[in-house]
């Protein structure tokens, strides 16, 4: 279980080796204290969401948090393949996980660089919309368009904000919230096509 297509996970999994050799120090202390991939998760969820309820002037701890975010999303993968109990529930509090910043990020800046709400919830809201059809469409095998992933320039567009003390990421959100919309409706599109043309359910029968 994934958003990535065929293409795209050739190439996560070059990165994934290296990645791998990269964190495997801190992956062994991690076995060696018993933590779990899905512990990982949410404590990196835990953190990116105190570091959203950060003052404004606290740049450097802001950036801080939001790095051992990333670091957390990026070895709770390695973590599960090392103990051997990658599965598709794992996966899914992966993505889930991965993409709650985009909530959160968005709500501190609301609060504290003035965004747009209007233009920021709709942004959260038809990108994780998007990003659920992706998951979707890829367990069922449908080809979607090669689309852009923007999460890690919206963290640093926030960063950015907190740094220059102004808003840079409400112009930013509104494209992206137009973007997400067409390729939510188109990934909509090309799912409906499928079901339209494969009416079989998932015991071979019609429903």
């Given at each position: 279980?994934?958003?990535?297509?065929?293409?795209?996970?050739?190439?996560?999994?070059?990165?994934?080796?290296?990645?791998?050799?990269?964190?495997?120090?801190?992956?062994?202390?991690?076995?060696?204290?018993?933590?779990?991939?899905?512990?990982?998760?949410?404590?990196?969820?835990?953190?990116?969401?105190?570091?959203?309820?950060?003052?404004?002037?606290?740049?450097?701890?802001?950036?801080?948090?939001?790095?051992?975010?990333?670091?957390?999303?990026?070895?709770?993968?390695?973590?599960?393949?090392?103990?051997?109990?990658?599965?598709?529930?794992?996966?899914?509090?992966?993505?889930?996980a991965d993409h709650m910043g985009v909530v959160f990020v968005s709500a501190a800046a609301i609060h504290h660089v003035g965004a747009w709400g209007?233009?920021?919830?709709?942004?959260?809201?038809?990108?994780?919309?998007?990003?659920g059809l992706v998951v979707y469409a890829n367990a069922l095998g449908i080809v979607l368009r090669r689309f852009v992933r923007i999460k890690y320039?919206?963290?640093?567009?926030?960063?950015?904000?907190?740094?220059?003390?102004?808003?840079?990421?409400?112009?930013?959100?509104?494209?992206?919230?137009?973007?997400?919309?067409?390729?939510?409706?188109?990934?909509?599109?090309?799912?409906?096509?499928?079901?339209?043309?494969?009416?079989?359910?998932?015991?071979?029968?019609?429903?």
């Amino acid at each position: 279980m994934d958003y990535a297509n065929k293409e795209e996970r050739k190439a996560q999994r070059a990165f994934a080796a290296i990645r791998d050799k990269v964190f495997s120090p801190v992956i062994g202390l991690l076995l060696k204290i018993g933590v779990t991939p899905n512990q990982v998760s949410l404590a990196g969820v835990a953190v990116l969401a105190l570091t959203c309820l950060l003052p404004a002037s606290q740049v450097s701890m802001a950036a801080g948090g939001m790095a051992l975010y990333v670091l957390f999303d990026g070895i709770d993968g390695p973590l599960a393949r090392r103990l051997d109990i990658a599965h598709a529930g794992g996966a899914l509090v992966d993505i889930v996980a991965d993409h709650m910043g985009v909530v959160f990020v968005s709500a501190a800046a609301i609060h504290h660089v003035g965004a747009w709400g209007p233009a920021m919830v709709v942004f959260a809201c038809a990108y994780l919309l998007f990003i659920g059809l992706v998951v979707y469409a890829n367990a069922l095998g449908i080809v979607l368009r090669r689309f852009v992933r923007i999460k890690y320039v919206f963290f640093l567009l926030y960063l950015g904000s907190l740094y220059f003390e102004r808003d840079l990421v409400t112009y930013f959100c509104g494209l992206c919230a137009a973007y997400y919309l067409v390729e939510l409706f188109e990934a909509l599109r090309r799912i409906y096509i499928y079901h339209d043309t494969h009416p079989e359910g998932p015991g071979g029968e019609a429903d």
